[in-house]
């Protein structure tokens, strides 16, 4: 019986201890949840506050002169400039034109590259003879290529479109491929063992594994399309926010210039929120 009492007792003792810090763990997830929005919310004020600085120097600089006000503007000459070209319509005219091409391009260039992508995966002798070109390609500077591309295919949305295509087409091929090339190929071995096809490997292992690189991806593409899209406005278009960028410089009005690149600003961050957002979403599923 003294035995029984013996080992009873640091039994039951750790027995209660465990259940205590079963119970504290919701209580710890609690207090990491709540220290996670503290510090978002930190982050936010933080970021806020660089804002108001850049924008209060700025104005500040402007009006002392501490800066060429000519060249130079300020945040409240642009904001006027933007309650007049809203009113006008002109404002939503050029904007509608130029995020219309983005998003085309934005949505082709990934497509094309993933389908590039799966192509040089699917046949390793494609891959090694296509490899020193992808090479050569992503490394030649593809705005020059813009007025060959304005040729080829007339003024034009297309040839506006087909610019923003061309600049993130390769990286967005070489990007996805690296990664497709990356997956654990024990995973495959797996499928293959029961029989899977190389369609079946591809959908079911490779697509899944190389998901991250491809909205990683997506997010890089975002900017390549802006700048593609704002490089053939430049070249050809009669409208459009490159359109505004460039007769800004034409006119010495630098106003315009300076609010067509805050509005391109804006949205380009609104478009990366959004594929940020779908990432999230998509990762949760």
């Known amino acids: 019986m003294k035995t029984i009492k013996v080992f009873s007792k640091p039994f039951g003792r750790s027995w209660s201890h465990l259940n205590q810090q079963k119970n504290n763990v919701p209580l710890l997830h609690k207090n990491y949840l709540r220290s996670l929005k503290i510090e978002k919310r930190w982050v936010h004020f933080y970021q806020l506050i660089i804002f108001l600085i850049i924008f209060l120097s700025w104005e500040f600089s402007s009006r002392m002169q501490w800066i060429d006000p000519l060249i ?34 934005f949505i082709v260039s ?57 600049i993130s087409v390769i990286i967005t091929a070489i990007v996805v491929y690296t990664s497709f090339k990356e997956v654990d190929p024990n995973y495959l071995k797996v499928l293959q063992t029961f029989g899977a096809t190389r369609t079946q490997c591809f959908k079911e292992a490779i697509i899944p594994a190389s ?7 997506l997010k890089v593409n975002v900017g390549l399309s802006w700048v593609g899209v704002i490089v053939g406005e430049f070249l050809v278009s009669t409208k459009g926010l490159g359109y505004l960028i460039i007769y800004g410089f034409q006119v010495f009005n630098f106003t315009l ?29």
């Not at 300076?258 to 599923?285: C, H, N």
């Open 110 to 166: 990934t497509i094309l590259g993933v389908i590039l992508a799966a192509i040089l995966w699917w046949s390793p002798m494609i891959s090694k003879i296509l490899d020193p070109y992808l090479v050569i390609f992503n490394a030649m500077p593809k705005v020059a290529l813009g007025p060959v591309i304005i040729v080829a295919l007339s003024p034009g949305y297309t040839s506006i479109i087909a610019n923003g295509v061309i």
């Open 211 to 217: 998901f991250p690189a491809i909205i990683s991806t």
């Open 257 to 285: 210039v300076f609010l067509s690149l805050l509005v391109i600003a804006v949205f380009a961050t609104v478009m990366y929120q959004l594929v940020d957002f779908l990432e999230k979403k998509l990762i949760k599923e």
């Open 72 to 105: 130079f503007s300020s945040p409240s000459k642009i904001w006027g400039l933007f309650l007049e070209k809203l009113q006008d319509g002109s404002l939503l005219t050029n904007l509608g034109a130029t995020l219309m091409e983005t998003m085309i391009g």
